[in-house]
Each structure stands twice: as C-alpha cells, then as structure tokens.
C-alpha cells in the first residue's frame, strides 16, 4: 500500500477509550484496508498515568499533557472520549486549530457547544464526526444526517437511555417498585451512585434528543431548549395502571415537527406506550429510536446504546470515516441548520393523555366528568370505568390535546365532588 499513516491522538482511556485502542490494534490490517492508509494510533490522553490502561494501550503512547497531544504531535485525528465540557472543549477547539478532524462522543458538549464546535471545524474545512453520542453502538445519527438527507422527516421517538428502560422494564415484567428497580440498575452498573439524576431525571436523554432533533430537522437545538421530565415520579401503580390498559411506560425523547410546520417540539418525558407499538418491544438497557418520514415512512433503529465495545464499534466506524475523507483530501458533510426551525414551548404541544381517577359512582357522574373535558376542548378518545359506588375508578385516553388544556381540565375535575382522586396522568405516544 505504502501510503503515509494517519496519526491518532486519543483523549480519554476509560471504557469505551480503551475499546477503542483494542480495535484499533486488532484490526489494523483491516482498518488500514479499509482507509487505504495505516491507522498509527500517536498518544492517550488520560488524566493519571499511573492507572494501568490493560493491555491494548501501549504505556510509552500514556501522557496526561493533554494540550501537547492535541497540538504538538500532528494528529490527524483527535478522538476525544473524556465527557464533561472542559477541558474537552477547548481540545477539541485546539485540535481543529492544529489542522486536526475530531471525533467525540460527548453529548453534553455537543448539546450545549454544538455550534461553536461545528463553526471552528467549518471554517478549518476539517470534520466534526459524533455517532458515539447519541445510543452508544446503533448507526443512527449518520443515516439521519446522509442516508434521510433526501426525505422530510415529521416524528422521532427514542428510548436512548437505558438505565432508565431497564428501571422501567423492571417495574413493568416484576411489579418492582421504582426504589428497588434503581438499585437494581445501581448494582449492575447502569445508573450511577450515588447520584442517578443525569440518568433518571431524563438529562442524559434530553442532551441526546437535541443532538437528533438538529440533525432530523436541519436546525439548531440546545439541551435549554429541550423540555425535561425524568422517570423519578412514576409509580409500580401508574405501571401498573399502564399495563392493564394495553400500554408499556417509556422514557421518550421526542421530536417533531408541527402541526403547522413552523416548528418543533423537542422534549423527554415519560409516555404510555402502545404494547403493539414497535418501542414497547425495547427492553432492558437496549435502546431504540423510531423515524417517521413523508417518503421513507417508519424505520426502526435498534441495538445497544451503551458500553465499552459497542460505543468503540461507532467510534472506529467514525474513525475509518474522517480517515477516508482525509485519504481522498475532502471532508464529509457541513452540519446543515438552512431550516432554522424554532423549538415550541412544551405547552403548545399537541399530546394524547391517559388520565386515571377515583371516583363515587352515581347518577350523572359521568356526565359531569366529560363536560369538563368539553369545557376545555379536550376531546376524549376512550374512557373505562371499573367498581361501583364509593369504589369506582375510571379511565380516559383522549385525542390530542394541548398540554396548558389538559393541566386546566385536571384542576377542574379536583374540584368536583364526586372526583375523590385523580391517580394517574401520563402522555400517550404511537397509535
Ligand atoms: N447512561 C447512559 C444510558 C449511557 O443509561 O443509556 C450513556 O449515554
């Protein structure tokens, strides 16, 4: 072959970064196939040189002066996988100014610096490679940027964390409450101790639904701009309640279009989801991100969203990728926001509700249940009442309705009489 190596400097040696170094080494005859070029991996980054970095990482390539691996070796390729925003940004601002590609899977920054990143790797006419960031190992954010270029995306529904879908399968397959689920979750290493939040109060998934709603609609979106709502509330009754009724909960990460194409809604939270819905099927920590789109129709994305192998499986592939471009003396696609879309308050966006209530059965309770529904524009799709007398419990799904009318309806029903308890309120997503 005999072409001149591409240099690899690599920040970060944890899970994934040590996977990665694994792959580069074992399947350098390959890769090199593949790219046309040696792939020469120059440095790791890593904060203590003392750790022990196993055996793929060679310790004299161990350096913890990460600014002199950026700049002073001539990477072609930075592939940064430290998370967290600095010193990571600065890095990666470095290594563009070094003439360097960069390839990270930092969601967080990517979230909340994604244009200031996407701007300085332009004007250097480098490349910005990112499909680690969003469900670890499954090709997702490449096909929405190339393989749907040609089409008009309208919906995307994601479960793309998966502590929270194994807290939820849990709950929903064994009755576990939402404590014991999370410890479970703990123990097997998912969600984080002692401190879960960035996993459960839906931030991990909300710095990933705006990475997907700037590529899906070809606008910029911020992690401020994602409205936010975690599993931490639910309770093994509302899972139950879900479960009779035909439904499994999901922590979604939505994003869609308006009803007026003006806008997106870009916004997590939990949702009911129909069991004949291809999401319900998602179980455990596996992730799952369902398109629609005007000419493609519905695609399903599916695989492991985490871990050190898989997410080096997506890192390598964005390493061959910014290396081929590198080989044929171009760079791949510029991140495209011509749409300029703006993200909708959360309260404008049109949702099916399911509302489950206690309630005293007698004459013309009924009654006064659906007017308030009318009073406020709510339309009702469904409705289920089960027990009679002081026993009574009913069920509503409704149409799509406006999430400032439904927050005015439920006010309401706590106001009649015969309303004893209003016990479960949860958005309804897929048919
Ligand atoms: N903590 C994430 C999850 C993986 O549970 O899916 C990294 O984004």
Redesign the pocket.
Known sequence: MGAKPLKVALLGAGVVGSEVARLLVEQSDDLAARVGAPLELVGVGVRSVATDRGRWIDPSLVTDDLQQLVTGRSADIVVELMGGIEPARTLILDAFAAGASVITGN?ALLAQHGAELHEACDAAGLDLYFEASVAGAIPLLRPLRESLAGDRVQRVLGIV???TNYILTRMDESGASYDDALAEAQELG?AEKPDPSA?VEGH?AAAKAAIIAGLAFHSRVTIDDVYCEGISSITSSDVAAARAAGYVVKLLAVAERSADGRGISVRVHPAMVSRQHPLAAVRE?Y?AVFVESDAAGQLMFYGP??GGAPTASAVVGDIVAVARNRMSGGHGPRESTYAALPVLPVDVSLTRYYIAMDLTDKAGVLASVAAVFAEHDVSIETLRQEGHGDDASLEIVTHDALESALAETCASLRGLDSVRQITSIMRVVGE
């Open positions: 969601k964390n998966g502590t998912y996993d991990d920590a992730n969203g985490a």
